[in-house]
T-cell receptor, first 114, second 111 residues
Framework: DGGITQSPKYLFRKEGQNVTLSCEQN?????MYWYRQDPGQGLRLIYY???????QKGDIAEGYSVSREKKESFPLTVTSAQKNPTAFYLC?????????????FGEGSWLTVV | GQNIDQPTEMTATEGAIVQINCTYQ??????LFWYQQHAGEAPTFLSY????GLEEKGRFSSFLSRSKGYSYLLLKELQMKDSASYLC????????????FGAGTRLFVKA
């Protein structure tokens, strides 16, 4: 089935550690996104990528890094520089173009700092 | 940049109609989405508007006025399962495309 797969679903990080969240899509979408959601809050854009080997910072990129070496994959690394990383992380993708394209979401990853 | 405003919470009664408003300010407007999100789950797509007017899809309708930077989501015949957060999102063309979400409106449906 086509879709977006995020892993792991739950992740615990010790302070000072870097962790990487995986996101894979088989929808042949050009654009991919990472959002962060804190409890009771909306989605905030971390990074987005419109094509392979290119990505742009969103509104809250500090303390995060991404790569886009393959069209299907857009992993997010939460670095030790991110001081408050506990949140729900959502990966999404969409096709490009001016013709109004829906964003599809993965099931999300819960990251907790212990 | 973008600014998207929607009410924080709303309460409505089962079987009633509720309207959730969204106002936005953006450059390069390229469409407005509404998503539904239940607690702890990913958002699911409800509607998309890029031209002015009303789009109807079953119990859900969405309206857009680009000149006013305004949209609303209308939910009819409310059911208890409609209790969720409703997210307004604006797609912006800035070279490429990016989509920014509002903080969401939590809707509580009571019996």
């Amino acid at each position: 089935d086509g879709g977006i797969t995020q892993s792991p679903k739950y992740l615990f990080r010790k302070e000072g550690q870097n962790v990487t969240l995986s996101c894979e899509q088989n929808l042949n979408h050009d654009a991919m996104y990472w959002y962060r959601q804190d409890p009771g809050q909306g989605l905030r854009l971390i990074y987005y990528s419109q094509i392979v080997n290119d990505f742009q910072k969103g509104d809250i990129a500090e303390g995060y890094s991404v790569s886009r070496e393959k069209k299907e994959s857009f992993p997010l690394t939460v670095t030790s520089a991110q001081k408050n990383p506990t949140a729900f992380y959502l990966c999404a993708s969409s096709s490009q173009g001016a013709g109004g394209n829906t964003i599809y979401f993965g099931e999300g990853s819960w990251l907790t700092v212990v | 940049g973008q600014n998207i405003d929607q009410p924080t919470e709303m309460t409505a009664t089962e079987g009633a109609i509720v309207q959730i408003n969204c106002t936005y300010q953006t450059s390069g407007f390229n469409g407005l989405f509404w998503y539904q999100q239940h607690a702890g789950e990913a958002p699911t797509f409800l509607s998309y508007n890029v031209l002015d007017g009303l789009e109807e899809k079953g119990r859900f309708s969405s309206f857009l006025s680009r000149s006013k930077g305004y949209s609303y989501l209308l939910l009819k015949e409310l059911q208890m399962k409609d209790s969720a957060s409703y997210l307004c999102a604006v797609r912006e063309r800035t070279g490429g495309f990016k989509t920014i979400f509002g903080a969401g409106t939590r809707l509580f449906v009571k019996a």
